[in-house]
């Protein structure tokens, strides 16, 4: 069932940062990595609205799945995943450089010790309870590019299963 126009507007009017300050203001308590997750949610939220989505899609995106007793990762943290992913092929391409600068700069060919590659065994987790203001906006920033995307793929597989029930 499509929103209702009062409802987008309500949606559309949201402002995440306004009420995470709120939050923090009358929530003290709250830990700032719920505020995020907060934060995250309700630009989900707003942007799965802008697409064209209904509740029931949004809901389904933000849920995990579960398949035969396995439980798999909700679109929502997928996203996170790959945000995180993202922001951290930046950091080690800005780190490596600095390295090969510095290699260069010292003459130094050695690779990383006993040849290691420092991504490998790398865990895959977001946690927004140590990250720094700075990651924090470039994580939002990533964030938003990756959210058309998966709206756009909801809204496909959406129409076609609706295809299929009135067919």
Known sequence: MPF???????????DPFRDA??????????????????????IFLKWATAAGLFLADIGQMMTRDFIRGEESWSVLENICVDTKA???MEITSDVNNEIKEFDE?????????????P?????????????????????????MELLPEAFEDKKITSLLKQRLRNS
């Open 119 to 143: 991504n490998e065994g790398v865990c895959v987790c977001v946690s927004f309870e140590e990250m720094k203001e700075d990651r924090w906006s470039s994580f939002l920033e990533y964030y």
């Open 105 to 117: 700069m010292f003459a130094f060919e050695e690779d990383f010790e006993d040849g290691l590659n």
């Open 86 to 88: 993202n922001l951290d």
């Open 4 to 14: 209702s126009e009062l409802e987008i507007d309500y949606i559309s009017n949201l």
């Open 21 to 42: 300050e709120v939050i923090r203001t009358e929530l003290p308590l709250i830990r700032e990595c719920a505020v995020r997750v907060f934060i995250l949610c309700t």
